[in-house]
Nanobody, 124 residues
Framework: QVPLVESGGGLVQFGESLRLACAASGWRFDLFGMGWFRQAPGKERQFVAS????????QYADVVKDRFTISRDNAQNTGYLQMNSLKPEDTAAYYC?????????????????WGQGTQVTVFS
C-alpha cells in the first residue's frame, strides 16, 4: 500500500477549477494534520494549505486564499483541495502530505509522509 496517493490534476484554462484528492491507506489518517504543497520546475516546494486532524483549523498561503479550499473526510481517509479561479502561476506539481502533529503546519519539515504528486497546468 502506498501511504498517500494524489489524483485530480490536469490541464485547464485560466479561470477554471480543479479538485485534487489525496487518498490515505495503511495508517490512522484521522490522527494527523494534512497539507498540500506545490512545486514548479526550478523552484522550492511551496506551502499551499493545511487542515488539522478533525478539520477544526485551516491555514492557507496568501496567494491561494479565497480561491482554494482544503477539506477532508476522515471516514473515507481522503483529503481534498478545491481550486477555483485558477491562474497560470498556479501551474505546478501538487503534493499532499501528512503532518507529524494533529494541527495545521506550513513548513515542509513538519510533514513526514508525502504523496507522489499530481500535475496541474493552467494555460491562458
Amino acid at each position: 500500500q502506498v501511504p498517500l496517493v494524489e489524483s485530480g490534476g490536469g490541464l485547464v484554462q485560466f479561470g477554471e477549477s480543479l479538485r485534487l484528492a489525496c487518498a490515505a491507506s495503511g495508517w490512522r489518517f484521522d490522527l494527523f494534520g494534512m497539507g498540500w504543497f506545490r512545486q514548479a520546475p526550478g523552484k522550492e516546494r511551496q506551502f499551499v494549505a493545511s487542515i488539522s486532524a478533525r478539520s477544526s483549523f485551516k491555514q492557507y498561503a496568501d496567494v491561494v486564499k479565497d480561491r482554494f479550499t482544503i477539506s477532508r473526510d476522515n471516514a473515507q481517509n481522503t483529503g481534498y483541495l478545491q481550486m477555483n479561479s485558477l491562474k497560470p502561476e498556479d501551474t505546478a506539481a501538487y503534493y499532499c502530505a501528512a503532518s507529524t502533529t494533529a494541527g495545521v503546519r506550513a513548513k515542509v519539515s513538519d510533514y513526514g509522509c508525502w504523496g507522489q504528486g499530481t500535475q496541474v497546468t493552467v494555460f491562458s
